[in-house]
């Protein structure tokens, strides 16, 4: 399997969707995983073979440049404008943004589960981060 080919354009957060925005800190598309950076307080792109980037606290739902405000989904459904497969979880990948079944994790990348699908089209986010590292 792969990351997630995701629309863009189709990524709308649900009516259950707890949101927050910010600034961008690097370019960022609508539907990738991203985190708050603690040193500059800039949403940045969430990578799970990174240095410091091994965390999600949302999905981008929209687009954004460096400086640009960008609105994040942090909970709740949203249509993520992927193919999913119902019932199946997502975590973050070793693609900076990038959202992947857990069969695509490998040794030495952290479990952060992103959501589980609900249907072929929304994804229920659920960030859980038990801080474990594949071996």
Partial sequence: ???????????????????DTGTA????????AIFL??????????????A????????ALNGASLDQPVSIHKSGDI????????GTDYWLSGTA?????????VAGMDTIQIGIAKSTTVL????????VTLA
Avoid at 97 to 105: E, Q
Avoid at 124 to 131: L, R
């Fill in 97 to 105: 943004g990038g959202i992947c079944p857990r069969a695509d994790l």
């Fill in 52 to 59: 410091g980037t091994r965390t999600v606290h949302g999905i």
């Fill in 79 to 86: 249509t993520v404008g992927a193919t999913l497969v119902a």
């Fill in 37 to 50: 950076s603690s040193t500059t307080n800039k949403w940045l792109l969430s990578d799970n073979n990174g």
């Fill in 25 to 32: 800190g690097e370019t960022i598309t609508a539907g990738q």
């Fill in 1 to 19: 399997m792969a990351d997630l080919s995701i629309n863009s354009a189709l990524v709308v957060g649900g009516t259950n969707s707890t949101r």
């Fill in 124 to 131: 229920s986010v659920d960030i859980q981060d038990p801080g």
